[in-house]
């Protein structure tokens, strides 16, 4: 019902306003960019802005030129489509250019969503926005492009640890059949995302990895990353991903937590879950959110008082 609302609002507005939450990571970025692009194949006028510009890694997306600079003014427009995000502050600072008077359409799937547009399209057993859309564009029955479908298929695989992940579904396979239609090289968009590190940043994140703690009787790892450390690192390497990578091999292992120092006394955290812990339940006490296995949230306090809330957390739900 919420997708012909959607599909009727496209029909009906000809200047739309595309988001995705801060940090912007290849599922956000690439749902927005496939939007876009089916936006514009009806005629449509489109702008994609987001608080943050993307990391350097994702400087191959088809279409990036499609991103425009965040800037503090009002931009013309029908309707605001927000992707990826489990709430509205989740886009930081564009906030301040959306009007009350306008539309807001919320295109998710994160659980912990709090559908806070006026038509809401959340699936929450889909495995990333890009399926979402997926979905939409087929009940809209529009024909893909290949340039689109290289797209959604990007958002789904990185959002899916390359299927690996539990929100892979047989649904998510038959997307993925279909896409693959378009005999795009997979192994190409790979290597692009994740077999592309500079050495500088390979030597230095062997440096930062091997401070990892275990706790919680060897069922948690932690590991901090301080300001000066990321700075040291290049755009095109996503070290948070590595070292989720990194530490869910160990043996016994079913949270990690990387602690990473914001602003000020405000410490930015990370969850990744490996058994039965809901980590979006622990984050949504801070209101944070996201997923059963993958999920944030935003501290106030340094990184130590961060570590003790947390920990004593996990040392009750570990129980």
Not at 43 to 63: C, E, Q, T, W
Not at 178 to 192: A, E, G, H, N, R
Not at 309 to 319: A, G, Q, V
């Amino acid at each position: 019902m919420n997708s012909q609302k959607i599909l009727k609002t496209i029909q009906d507005n000809g200047t739309f306003l595309l988001s995705t939450h801060v940090n912007p990571d290849a599922d956000g970025l690439s749902s927005e960019l496939a939007l876009a692009l089916y936006l514009k194949s009806l005629g449509k006028k489109v702008h994609v802005i987001n608080a943050d510009k993307p990391l350097g890694m994702y400087s191959f997306l088809p279409r990036k030129h499609l991103l425009e600079e965040f800037r503090f003014a009002r931009i013309p427009y029908d309707a605001a489509i927000i992707l990826d995000c489990g709430d509205l502050d989740r886009i930081g600072s564009v906030q301040s250019i959306l009007s009350e008077e306008k539309i807001l359409i919320n295109i998710d799937h994160h659980i912990t969503n709090d559908f806070f547009g006026d038509i809401n399209l959340v699936d929450a057993k889909a495995s990333s926005t890009a399926e979402v859309l997926f979905n939409l564009f087929m009940e809209a029955k529009f024909k893909l492009t290949k340039e689109l479908a290289v797209l959604l298929y990007i958002g789904i695989m990185t959002d899916t640890g390359c299927f690996r992940y539990d929100n892979t579904t047989a649904h998510t396979h038959a997307v993925i059949s279909q896409l693959m239609q378009f005999k795009f090289s997979v192994s190409q968009w790979y290597k692009k995302i994740y077999e592309n590190v500079p050495f500088h940043d390979f030597e230095l994140f062997n440096k930062v990895v091997r401070h990892f703690a275990v706790t919680h009787e060897g069922r948690v790892a932690s590991l901090v990353l301080h300001k000066n450390i990321l700075r040291g690192f290049s755009e095109e390497f996503d070290l948070k991903d590595k070292i989720f990578t990194f530490l869910r091999a160990i043996i016994g292992i079913e949270v990690i937590i990387i602690f990473t120092e914001s602003k000020q006394k405000e410490t930015r955290v990370n969850f990744r879950s490996q058994g039965a812990v809901d980590v979006a339940k622990l984050a949504s006490r801070y209101k944070g959110g996201g997923h059963k296995k993958a999920s944030g949230c935003l501290l106030a306090g340094s990184v130590e008082q961060s570590q003790q809330r947390i920990f004593s957390d996990l040392e009750k739900i570990l129980k």
